[in-house]
């Protein structure tokens, strides 16, 4: 065992710790770091962001001017991008020190650490020494070493600022990685280190074109009793809310800002109006392990012109819903964006996927379906722009807390799930009903609908049993249980504020109220080839979101399926003229019509129809192949076919 008296042995220095504060140590780059290179944080940091790096890359910016991270901590984000130009801040003057030091001095930072060895004696004498006069590349060894050994690696000071988590009891940490640190070393050469408050940092180095990413101390809640205890210094709820103005504020000048924090009410109220993401996390300084899971927001608060609409599109949760356009996103966007719309009607909203890809892309959007699961899914995610469901309320909703009405056990019993499901089911419909907010109902509900699709083989009621279309997929494989709260963490995913007003409408399309600059039309199609009754596929989770109230199930079919829907879309006759209904109301709007090669009315007739409102009708043929379809295994193979989409506007509807 290396002396210990040796190890400990204190340095004086003339550098004092006023010097250290205010000291910034710019470099510039000699050696060009390699990108295949990996390099882990040199020190672990309680909230550190390593765990929800897969989370926060899809939100950075694609092209940014400087990086800049004014609550370094263990600066999980910066060594995994590796930015050409960084300033890397923090107020913890310890903590900086770290890092100039294996900037300037990783020879004497590596020597110093292969003198220490993992002991308990050494760890509490080594502790034990103020850091401030020791000579800075020894107080830096000092600091990975208590680091690497104590417990956790949680920084905690007591009220006299003196480093006092206990001895870690691991059996082989490694306290010096000597290559680590020298890869580290060569990328912190070409950063600015700073020790400094955030708003002075701020101040002084953000301009237009930055990305700031920012993890302050996060705003505690029953989850993180022990999680905010990182540094002698709190951040309280003046503290919150005067970041969240530098964040408005930033944002105004054209800087690219992305926060993380707790999911907490504050957190919400302050940036509720920026476009997040809530994930699902866990804990490892909890001392209570139930109250390790928690949750996380991340929040994009982007110059309104930058907000990745493409990035935001794919949170929205995928489904195997009949006629989803999801495939066709980007031909339809492609359309859209040639036109001056600053609203938008989705009028047959079915998935809610064209509806929010136009929400994305900035429009205020109204969505309308006939379908009641279609209006709950667009209430969830594109009329809500800020509430979510917390896992551990979702968790709640799992939780017989009330005899419920058995609805679904006596009546769909032995038919789509077990027995079990079926009460779990019932359990979660008494207790949605409970709910106090409306949006919170919506996701839940949403949730619970996925829930039973992804059980489903091929999302379908059309057959009871799994049958011959069970073909093993993960989701079949997943309790009940589990597909719920796997569902509320997507849905809450997708949630949004795209600083827009939205709505979401259950209706009659022929009836709907209102205009828009931009109008997408995809009905039900008629087809002498298929049918078009979703009510047909789709009657039990349609009836979970209704409740089962106003429709009369059939009880002689085997399905337990309700009657369909009346639509003037189900006729031949009926379906040319709802579309020319249609066309002569939006007359002043954009009209993007989706319709299939297969179906009636046929292309010719749509061109005639179109053309008695609109001044410039154009169409865009496009190869597709439905998922579904009664004729998928014929040799005509009529599931593939072209899906048209028909555009219609006038010289005033142009840019």
Known sequence: MADIAQVIQIEQTSKSIDKIKNNIIEFRPEIKISKEKKIKPILKWAGGKGQLLKNIIPEIPASYRKYIEPFFGGGALFFELRPDQAVIADSNPELMNVYQQVALNVDDVIAQL???????AMFYAVRSQCWQELKPSVAAARTIYLNKTCY???????????FNTPFGRYKNPKICDEDNLRAASELLKTAEIVCGDYKDVLNKYARKGDFIFLDPPYVPVSEYADFKRYTKEQFHEKDQRELAEEVSSLQS?????????????????????????????KRSISSNGNSRKSEDVIVRAYPSSSIDAEIQTSRYPATRFMGSKNKLLKEIWN????????????????????????????????????????????????????????????????????????????????????DEENELIDTIRANIAELSDPAEKTIAMTALIRACMK???????????????????????????????????????????????????????????GSADLVYI????????????????????????????????????????????????STKNGAEEAFDQL?????????????????????????????????????????????????????????????????????????
């Open 114 to 120: 292969k003198l220490y060895v993992n002991d308990e």
């Open 152 to 162: 956790n690696g949680l920084y905690r000071v007591n009220k006299k600022g003196e």
């Open 253 to 281: 000048s054209g800087v690219y800002v992305l926060l993380t924090n707790s999911n907490a009410e504050l957190v919400r109220n302050l940036y509720g109006m920026y476009p997040h993401v809530v994930i699902p996390s």
């Open 335 to 418: 359309i859209a964006s040639n036109f001056n719309a600053k609203t938008a009607i989705d009028l047959f909203s079915g998935s809610g996927v064209v509806g929010y890809m136009l929400k994305a892309h900035g429009l205020s959007v109204t969505t309308n379906d006939y379908m009641h699961m279609s209006y709950i899914f667009a209430k969830a995610m594109i009329e809500n722009n800020s509430v979510v469901l917390p896992i551990k309320k979702a968790e709640e909703l799992l939780k017989r807390k009330q005899e419920t009405d058995h609805f679904v056990s006596d009546t769909f019993q032995g038919l789509y799930f077990t």
């Open 455 to 513: 059980k489903r083989p091929r999302g379908l009621f059309t057959y009871v049993g799994l049958g011959k279309y069970d073909d093993g997929r993960n989701d079949l494989k997943l309790s009940l249980r589990e597909q719920f709260l796997n569902n509320v963490a997507v849905v809450n995913a997708a949630v949004f504020n795209n600083g827009k007003l939205n709505k979401a409408v259950c209706g009659d399309a022929m009836e709907l109220s």
């Open 522 to 569: 995809d009905p039900p199609y008629y087809s002498p080839y298929s049918d078009n009754e979703y009510v047909r596929r789709y009657h039990f989770v349609e009836g979970l979101a209704r409740d089962w109230k106003g429709v009369e199930i059939q009880q002689n079919t085997k399905t337990k399926k309700f009657k369909n829907y009346t639509t003037p879309f």
């Open 583 to 655: 066309f002569k109301r939006y007359r002043d709007s954009v009209l993007i019509v989706s319709y299939s090669s297969n179906s009636y009315p046929d292309r010719d007739t749509m061109l005639q129809l179109l053309s008695k409102y609109k001044t410039h009708v154009n169409i865009v043929p496009i190869d597709y192949t439905y998922s579904f379809g009664n004729q998928r295994t014929a040799s005509t193979h009529r599931n593939k076919v072209q899906e048209y989409l028909f555009v219609g506007y006038n010289n005033s509807n142009v840019k």
